[in-house]
């Protein structure tokens, strides 16, 4: 996890997660350079702890479906009952039919599949962050 500046209220926040620190690195290069404020977590529990010490609001939860300790949906589902109006999106190397059917198409969530461009990975960050899109 990194440490984020003071919140800006002009920069929207942006919880990236991902148990690659790889692919959690891309994230949070790439999300900096286009001017959002992140907080990168390794994993779900890294996510919760950073979503508590958090000194403003998340904008959208940018995360894996599969990691070892917390899966993305149960992750979304925990953050989302502290805060209902968060945006989600789901990011995954994992293609299974049944796997995207049911967590992701089916609760009304979006999926970036891996690999993406990190232009790619900005159009549909904006498109989530879009008010005008309905939750995401």
């Given at each position: 996890?990194?440490?984020?500046?003071?919140?800006?209220?002009?920069?929207?926040?942006?919880?990236?997660?991902?148990?690659?620190?790889?692919?959690?690195?891309?994230?949070?290069?790439?999300?900096?350079?286009?001017?959002?404020?992140?907080?990168?977590?390794?994993?779900?529990?890294?996510?919760?702890?950073?979503?508590?010490?958090s000194a403003g609001p998340i904008h959208l939860l940018l995360t894996d479906v599969i990691m070892p300790d917390l899966t993305g949906p149960v992750l979304a589902e925990r953050l989302r009952a502290r805060q209902p109006d968060l945006r989600v999106l789901f990011i995954s190397g994992f293609h299974d039919a049944d796997l995207v059917q049911h967590f992701v198409i089916r609760k009304g969530f979006t999926l970036l599949p891996k690999p993406f461009s990190p232009a790619g990975l900005l159009r549909v960050v904006g498109q989530s962050l879009n008010p005008s899109s309905g939750p995401s």
């Open positions: 996890m990194t440490s984020a500046p003071p919140p800006d209220a002009s920069q929207p926040t942006i919880l990236a997660v991902d148990d690659d620190l790889g692919v959690l690195g891309l994230l949070e290069k790439t999300l900096s350079l286009a001017g959002y404020r992140v907080l990168a977590a390794n994993g779900g529990w890294s996510a919760i702890r950073a979503y508590e010490d």
